[in-house]
Each structure stands twice: as structure tokens, then as C-alpha cells.
């Protein structure tokens, strides 16, 4: 039987949702690897619309989380409201500023976060179920909040951002774009993907042994 | 010297706009090729837009295809207008209804499509120039438009959608998605990607043998 892996999705584009390029390798990595990949996304308006070819808020645009990460699945996705941690292997949650903006508010609170909860009771649950959860570029914001005191997690090497994440409860550990860190204790695995990245196969470095490893603990 | 690749897309998404995945897997296998991509898209409205969770028009809403395109380059893209053949070693088109909606209207007007003004002028010009030039999934439905009579190439196997670009000039090879159709004479390469793709892997087992073509294509 092939795994079930939940890909938790926040919006379509680096400024206001899911990081394409990390998304789309996550899925391609998945794949190939022969595990089965189910979207979910919020159902909740995006934070903002950001207009990715100036960089600017596009005032007086609103649209919603779900509807756009649609487009990152082709249409094949589902409310987060629905997913059930006994229907999964493994969770993994790309980055973008959507996993800061729209999965928590991070971006905007630091480290007073809150958690979509949607969001946080999935993901909870699959964690307390003893099964893997990836999270890669900023997403690994919400380990604290998530997973509670004492988990090893990456961002890369921006320590002002470590530093907001760690008094949430995490324990940061530096690391390269083309490596992950591994917390085998509360089978947690990030990689800093374009906390990192110059350029799209750096990202897709780590993303791949994120992949694999999540891969591996659904194994026990 | 890298060689100098253009990308041109033609939104964010595969009911309106470029297919997310085609796009990404295209930049990534350039990239780890060695290639330098040149993401670019034309400057003007969507056709319309979809939303990508129910498959309906959203009515009421408008969208531009440069920024929206921007979702997929990070940011990083160009005004398609403003693309110079002297500048770039091959063009590859992805596919997603936005190939046959915003850079032609071949989702419309079948073989009486007409090309965006830009798109003709900066491909024409690459083709003129003996470069070779990609287009994958619906892409090609514009290569008799472009090239004139006799170019060989494939949107797989629907032989109905065939017919229609036979009608305008192209000569249509049957192809499995993990294959593509080499016009030597032409310097056209073209894979069916999700026309035949039931999976993420089978789409890029097509494009990354397009990429590689279309790249060795450059050494001439």
C-alpha cells in the first residue's frame, strides 16, 4: 500500500501563499517515491494580496486561501476543516509567507503566533499519532506552538528569525540549503528550502531528503 | 558562457493560465542543466478567470497575465514585449489553458486562432534565427500560426485537437507522455505533458527529455 501524505497548502505564491517552487517539488518528490499526496488548504481569506511583480499589497483584492492553493493542485485539494490524521502517514507543510500569513501570523505577530486551528488540531493529531511531520523555509515557525518545548528545528542561519521561533519553544539548529535537520525524538524534519535558496535546484536539495526522510519514519 | 533560455508564461494556474507544474518543472531541470532561465509573459488581461476549486468563471474578477505569471518566477520576470531574440539560445512554452487562452485564442477560435503580437514577434524572431524552440502540452497549438506549413509536432494523442492545428499548418505525430516529437529540420520540440499526464512524474518524465533536447538543440 502506497503512504498517504497530507500537503498543507497556504495560497499560490511566494509573497501571500505557498512557495510554488517548494510545492511543486514536494509533490514531484512524493510521487516519484511512490506515496500518495493529498492537498488541503484552509478555507479562510488570504491575509492580503500581495502583486508579485511590484512587491506591493494590491489594495482592495481579497481572495481566499483554499481557492488560490487550488491552483497549486490543479484543482485536486480539500478544506484543511476535513483532513483526518487517521487517514495520513505523514504531514508535510511547504513554506512561503502564506505558512506565516495564513497557516499562523507569524509575519506579523512573531513570537506571539497563533495558529489557524484548523491547522493546529490537524497536525497535533498526527503527531500525537507518532507519525512524521516535513516543514520547510519559514513553516518551521509553528513548531512551538505545534509541538510544544524542546524541538530541533532549522530555518536555515537567519538568527534574528531563530531566535523569535525558539522562545515559542523550539531548539534551532543552523543548516545548509542542501540539508535537513532531523529531530528523531518528536519525528519532526525541516530544511530551509528559500530561507535559503538562490536558486530553484538548491531548494529542491533539501527538499528531496526532506521527502525522503518524512518517507522513512512513515516506515517506523 | 550558460546558455540563455526564455520561459514564456502565460499565467498562474492550469484552467487560466500557465500549468504550474510544466512551469516549474521546465525551470528546474534548466537550472540543473546549467541554464540560465529568463521567465517572461505578455502584458495584458486574462481571458478570464477560473476558480481552480470549482472549474466555474469567476465572474466579476480580472487578472493580469504578467502578474500573475510573477507567482511562478518569484518576481523574477519580464514584460514579453520587451523579449530580444539576439539575446536568448532557445524558447520553451509550457502548457495550461492559459498557451491556448491568453498568449492565442485557440481555446476559442479553434484553427482560426491568431497569436499574441508579442509572442509571434519575439518566437518568429528566435526561430528565424535557426534556435530552437519547446512547447509542451497545448503549447502547440500554435506552431502552424508560427512556423508556417509542415512542422512536425504532438499534443499526444486527441485526434480531434490535432486535427484543428493540422488545419493551420503542423504536421501531428502521436506521442506517449514520457516521449516527445523532434522537428530537426524545424528546430521544434514538443512533449504532451498534461494532455496524456495522469501524474506529476509522468508529466516531467516528458518535459525533462524536452528540456535536454531543446538544450542540446543550442549546441547546434
Known amino acids: 500500500m502506497s503512504k498517504k501524505i497530507a500537503v498543507i497548502l497556504s495560497g499560490c505564491g511566494v509573497f501571500d501563499g505557498s512557495e ?56 485536486e485539494i480539500k478544506d484543511l476543516a476535513d483532513a483526518k490524521a487517521e487517514e495520513f502517514d505523514a504531514v508535510i507543510i511547504p513554506g512561503g509567507f502564506g505558512a506565516a500569513k495564513n497557516l499562523c501570523d507569524f509575519a506579523v505577530k512573531g513570537s506571539d503566533l497563533s495558529l489557524n486551528e484548523d491547522l493546529a488540531r490537524f497536525v497535533q493529531a498526527v503527531h500525537q499519532a507518532d507519525k512524521p511531520v516535513g516543514l520547510m523555509c519559514i513553516a518551521p515557525a509553528m513548531v512551538g506552538k505545534l509541538f510544544g518545548e524542546g524541538v530541533h528545528f532549522t530555518i536555515g542561519n537567519d ?48 527538499i528531496e531528503k526532506l521527502v525522503a526522510e518524512v518517507l522513512a519514519k512513515t516506515e517506523g
Open 20 to 75: 510554488i517552487y517548494e510545492s511543486v517539488i514536494t509533490l514531484l518528490c512524493l510521487d516519484r517515491a511512490g506515496a500518495e499526496a493529498q492537498c488541503f488548504a484552509p478555507n479562510i481569506q488570504q491575509m492580503h494580496v500581495i502583486n508579485h511583480l511590484t512587491g506591493e499589497v494590491a489594495e482592495g483584492e481579497s481572495r481566499q486561501v483554499l481557492v488560490e492553493a487550488a491552483r497549486l493542485a490543479r484543482g
Open 159 to 206: 538568527q534574528e528569525t531563530a531566535s523569535a521561533i525558539e522562545s515559542t519553544g523550539g531548539v534551532h539548529e543552523p543548516c545548509p540549503v542542501n540539508n535537513i535537520c532531523i529531530d528523531g525524538t518528536n519525528n519532526v524534519v525541516t530544511t530551509p528550502a528559500y530561507m535559503l535558496a538562490s536558486s530553484i535546484s538548491e531548494a529542491a536539495s533539501g
